[in-house]
């Protein structure tokens, strides 16, 4: 059974540029959970989608957005890219009460 | 007080230790506990749940104190292999699926 898979593995884009990161959860998990790890720091909470919906998001501004689709796989976007953006960015999924599992992330630098 | 926290280390512990970490959260109404371990620029692993009645793998246990609000995870006999960013997960309220990640607590084996 496939895991969850992340794409692109590494994006490189210039600052004020716009990221989007996509997502396909374990097939039948429906929570979709996005984190931003920057270098040598812990994971932060994003965002987390279930149903198709957003259920809660982290502590980011605005320009950090994403959404889920009917099949589950999600999209993380993030526009007006800044510096301090180049990060790990990780999703997770799960299903309903269980564990996360996570995928190998997208490594977004921005120059 | 954060939701959940951990003491970030380095443990830095010699082969063969026995080394134990806490885990402390803030909501009392949580129901799912996890132990997730991370390696160096990798994503985070299932290391183990926590059960209500703590449970053990191998060298392996984890405990669950509802009165303190913490869990415990407990290494034997440290191997080089183990060291690694142990993070501690939480479910955000009973019946959601928002998980909520500490910081990790990172471990050092060394020979």
């Known amino acids: 059974e496939a895991g969850v898979t992340q794409s692109p593995t590494h994006l490189i884009k210039t600052r004020g540029q716009q990221a989007t990161l996509r997502c396909s959860p374990i097939s039948g998990h429906t929570s979709v959970y996005w984190y931003q790890q920057a270098l040598g720091l812990g994971l932060q909470f994003l965002l987390w989608?279930?149903?198709?919906?957003?259920?809660n998001r982290g502590n980011f501004p605005p320009r950090f957005s994403g959404r889920q689709f009917p099949n589950y796989s999600s999209e993380l976007n993030v526009n007006a890219l800044e510096l301090e953006d180049s990060a790990l960015y990780l999703c997770?999924?799960?299903?309903?009460?269980?564990?996360?599992?996570f995928g190998q992330g997208t490594r977004l630098t921005v120059v | 007080r954060k939701e959940v926290e951990q003491d970030p280390g380095p443990f830095n512990v010699p082969e063969g230790a026995t080394v134990a970490f806490n885990c402390t959260y803030s909501?009392?109404?949580?129901?799912?506990f996890f132990w997730y371990r991370q390696d160096c620029r990798k994503e985070p692993k299932l290391l183990m749940s926590?059960?209500?009645s703590g449970n053990e793998d191998g060298r392996f246990t984890a405990q669950l104190n509802r009165a303190s609000q913490y869990i415990s995870l407990l290494i034997r006999d440290s191997k080089l292999s183990d060291s690694a960013t142990y993070l501690c997960v939480v479910n955000a309220l009973p019946n959601t699926d928002k998980l909520i990640f500490g910081t990790g607590t990172r471990l050092q084996v060394f020979p």
């Open positions: 909501n009392s109404a949580s129901q799912s």
């Open positions: 989608y279930d149903e198709g919906e957003e259920r």
């Open positions: 926590v059960y209500s």
């Open positions: 997770a999924s799960s299903s309903t009460g269980g564990e996360a599992f």
